[in-house]
């Protein structure tokens, strides 16, 4: 059964980071594009970051570009995403997902992606 697992996240207080890790069971996700999305409460899931299959090409929304960093390890076959200088606004619930192809570009469009993980909760407060 194809399934992706987010780890990585917890409370922490603001300025503070995380390292989260999505990795892929029953298939590889060293060839697929991906991205992390996120859904803070009464909010929509919204695209935050992604990465072409090949890791060269990253996209981030401009609400975390400079703080976030999207990378692929592809010997775990696991894609992070770094994230630093952590905001209350933060707050959420942070998605992987992948999508059944590879490109050389990404789009942090919901529709795009194939497969999801149930999720890991990152809170931010003081």
């Known amino acids: 059964q194809v399934q992706l697992v987010e780890s990585g996240g917890g409370l922490v207080q603001p300025g503070e980071s995380l390292l989260l890790s999505c990795t892929a069971s029953?298939?590889?996700?060293?060839?697929?594009?991906a991205a992390w999305f996120r859904q803070a409460p009464g909010k929509e899931r919204e695209g935050i970051s992604c990465v072409s299959s090949d890791g060269t090409s990253t996209y981030y929304d401009n609400s975390v570009r400079g703080r976030f960093t999207i990378s692929r390890d592809n010997a775990k076959n696991t894609v992070h995403l770094q994230i630093n200088d952590l905001k209350p606004e933060d707050t959420a619930v942070y998605y992987c997902?992948?999508?059944?192809?590879?490109?050389?570009?990404?789009?942090?469009?919901?529709?795009?992606?194939?497969?999801w993980g149930l999720g890991t909760q990152v809170t931010v407060s003081s």
């Open positions: 029953e298939f590889t996700l060293n060839y697929l594009v």
């Open positions: 997902a992948t999508a059944l192809h590879a490109s050389r570009t990404c789009t942090i469009k919901t529709d795009a992606y194939d497969y």
